[in-house]
């Protein structure tokens, strides 16, 4: 197209990604959450384009980050496991992933690798999740700045059995959670999002001094258990805690936006809003909400991997629009690079397309989305329908001692809490007059037997070229743990155990 | 307040209520639909106010509809039957309410009556459902025009044991549905919305050339069951044909408020846009959304009764604003005689509350708000809190024969297929934060028992006052069916049988 992109800079117009953790589709005023606290991200809505049929690449915080950064699905850039079938990679005891070996490999070629390339500075605001040890760590993966921790805020820990989690400034830690970086979680109290915020502030004016385009990738994780927010928004919701955590995020949105526009680069910056899986729904009250979606992260209904995305780019992208495109995370890879004039790579299956016709022109390109959990594709969508091949919550075991991937929602053969394996009978839905998937079109119907062979047919393709990477989710080891990170001599430095790998278990 | 309301002529605003029927909260973009298919009313709402938390007095069309109109609960103006407990009133077999023969009772005294002694010019489009034998017709109760029937479209009759319904042009019949007015079942084609569309457009036109204020009560039904939609939206929807004529409606909704502003009256027009009970879940993908909420029509769940609700007044009500007034149906009738300077009867309860402050800056009342099914108060909502005094679905029976009023949700003691009765110890949910109703607040906790005995003050309150009006929906007779309404000799008058009451029986 000769559509003109007014205002970027040299054809490098920066990047900003807002990526929440465990955020639901439905938290989003916008999108139908009815306390409609988040003024600022409607008004960011207001501004820019919505994408109700946006997905993450996978259910779960590490794998779908590794997919967002690499373009790539999980099964092909290794953050999986083949200990067990089908499985999300959740370690017991909330030692996870402290305890894992693996991690982004060297062979991925991340995002901020390609846009460094070309004259970009990379920041890392908050959660990294593609590998905690020295090898994994952000600035070695492109990055040139980092303020954040490489794990989820678990904790507090006790320095013996396991240490806390540290949080980096750029190579070295600048202390720990609940130790210089606290979180009561008592009152929910903590700073972290404030922190977040201004370094976000700071990063932005501070590019724009230097005329250096930027990549920003903020992942706050305050909705992510456990919960927290700062003294300001404490009992500011309608929706306790969890609502007090979106309220501080959605504010936070919006000084982020207000700080493009004060410096001057809100008309040459692609901003990108999103959630890294669905709302936790086992969390009851403490999580967020799917809308009227079903069931929630950790499964491939769409509670799990349907997310509330907006992009905004003033000047560019129209106010008020909705696309319908289908779009995943990993699109933001091929989009971004797109943009800045680099060269997608060819060496390789990249599973992300390009977003800019949606965004210029509200275009809408077909393309299958695989849901996989695990090892396995469990799922996949073309245009409105969704076929499962595989459906399961969790264990009965799991269920029957209370913990519920679906709470208040059971549907006969679908929530199932063994691994169907419905390959050679997928169960189909019409996602667009049933987005709930409580409604299965039977194979008996003239319908089923003219859309499945052609979902199949996307199916056996995609088997087809399927090159699986190493798993990076196999092995465990306790000496792997965060015991003395880089710069701990400034705080402390602790005594981990010797060297110990074993085979990784995985409840989910 | 000295609020100074622009633009009203003689402080005699127009009013219109485009009132759908069995559309659910979750059927608007605006209020989550993921498919986004309600680009004019998204239009509306950011235009003017939406109410999230705006309710319906009853999640049956024929006591909500009596409720809208006398601003009082169907408890007290007598849309309840004494026959059965706590039923809803839907009689076998698609007769009701042909075969009912009660009606408003004269002693009501409805919305149009007290407007049309104000000056004002009063027209019904659409479904009246107040009782269709001749003394309960609209015109005999404060309407000097109507477009539309006496019941639900139901149908085709065989003209021997059940006659078709009857359409009427103000008083006399204009024809029948199935036979003059088409519905083609197959298809899902009728050109009835734009019929109504048409009605609403002449109206509007005709009273601001005769400078009289008007009161239009847009009752279109497209969305209940047969569903329909005119060739032009057959089709054209993501949601099958329930979709299309929730976009029809959307479209006739943009093109009543485009002709307000043509015609010059939109700043000193109030609308209110809203449905009659929650969405028809029963019916599957051939009924509507209720979003986030639990269950919907026939039941006292959020899904049964909260309604997607926008006012609308240009240069008085500010837009894309948000009220969290818990506010019901039964307000209209308060807030309109409050706007067109009129009293409120003070020889009777009225249950409505004036949204006058509400929409003009922005203020909450507190108030309670009561979920009947027929007879019995069957919830409470109090602030954020709701209190179940009873919980019922429908019955086993009903429920193994495939009738489910709440597919794919099951939620432990709440969702009964029995008649619970809690009333010694209610069930509890917080609504902020579980919309869903699916978190019990137990008993033991401190939160019950500081909150339960405020709610408890507001139900002897509430029960104390109460006088009952005489049941309406007890008696049911074949002869009042409509054989031979007033004009049938234009088309054809059928003989009925001879007078044969009897107590009608209510499964739900
Ligand atoms: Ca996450
Ligand atoms: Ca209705």
Redesign the interface.
């Known amino acids: 197209t000769c559509f003109m992109i007014a205002g970027v800079v040299d054809g490098k117009p920066n990047f900003v990604i807002l990526l929440m953790d465990d955020m639901g589709?439905?938290d989003l005023?916008v999108?139908?959450?009815?306390?409609?606290e988040t003024p600022y991200l409607d008004k960011m809505a207001?501004e820019g384009m919505?994408f109700?049929?946006f997905y993450s690449a996978n259910p779960l915080c590490s794998p779908s980050r590794a997919a967002l950064l690499s373009g790539r699905l999980p099964i092909r850039n290794g953050f999986y496991t083949t200990n067990a079938h089908a499985r999300n990679g959740k370690a017991v005891l909330n030692l996870y992933p402290q305890i894992i070996t693996g991690g982004i490999p060297d062979s991925e070629i991340l995002l901020p690798e390609v846009l460094k390339k070309m004259g970009y500075r990379n920041k890392l605001i908050g959660k990294w999740h593609l590998g905690h040890r020295p090898q994994y760590h952000p600035l070695k993966h492109g990055f040139d700045e980092w303020f954040g921790a490489p794990n989820c805020h678990f904790g507090p820990y006790d320095d013996i059995d396991t240490p806390n989690i540290p949080v980096y400034k750029d190579a070295e830690m600048a202390g720990r959670y609940y130790e210089e970086f606290a979180i009561d979680k008592k009152t929910g109290e903590s700073n972290l999002t404030k922190m977040y915020l201004n370094e976000a502030q700071q990063f932005i004016k501070k590019q724009v001094g230097k005329k250096e385009p930027f990549f920003l990738y903020w992942a706050a994780d305050a909705t992510h258990d456990p919960l927290y927010a700062s003294s300001n928004f404490l009992g500011m919701?309608?929706?306790?805690l969890?609502?007090d955590a979106v309220k501080e995020l959605d504010y936070s949105v919006g000084q982020i936006l207000q700080s493009l526009k004060d410096n001057g680069v809100d008309k040459n910056t692609v901003v990108f809003f999103s959630s890294d899986n669905g709302a936790a729904t086992y969390a009851?009250?403490g999580g967020g909400?799917n809308?009227?979606?079903?069931c929630g992260k950790q499964t491939t209904f769409e509670g799990g991997m349907?997310e509330p995305t907006i992009a905004w780019w003033p000047g560019v992208v129209q106010p008020?629009k909705?696309s319908?495109q289908v779009g995943s995370l990993m699109d933001l890879y091929t989009t971004f690079i797109e943009l800045a004039g680099g060269n997608i790579p060819t060496d390789r299956e990249v599973d992300g397309i390009s977003l800019k016709d949606a965004l210029l022109n509200n275009t809408v390109t077909d393309r299958p989305l695989f849901y996989y959990r695990g090892n396995e594709l469990m799922a996949v969508r073309v245009g409105?329908y969704k076929a499962h091949l595989w459906t399961w919550t969790n264990s009965i075991k799991e269920f029957n001692a209370g913990i519920d991937f679906c709470?208040?929602?059971?549907?006969e053969g679908v929530t199932t809490h063994e691994q169907m394996n419905n390959t050679n009978q997928p169960l189909l839905f019409?996602i667009?007059?049933?987005?709930?998937e409580?409604?299965m079109i039977r194979p008996s119907l003239e319908e089923y037997k003219k859309v499945m062979p052609l979902i199949m047919e996307q199916v056996n393709q995609h088997k087809k070229n399927l090159v699986p990477g190493k798993p990076q989710l196999n092995m465990c080891d306790r000496s792997v743990m965060n015991w003395s990170p880089p710069g701990c001599e400034k705080f402390k430095c602790l005594q981990g155990p010797s060297p110990a790998p074993y085979k990784c278990s995985w409840p989910h």
Do not use: Q
């Not at 809308?291 to 079903?294: A, T």
């Open positions: 589709w439905g005023g999108f139908g959450e009815p306390n409609k207001a919505i109700p049929d919701s309608k929706r306790g969890y609502g009851k009250t909400s809308g009227p979606f079903l349907r008020g909705v319908h409105l709470p208040g929602e059971e549907i019409h667009g007059r049933d987005p709930g409580k409604y």
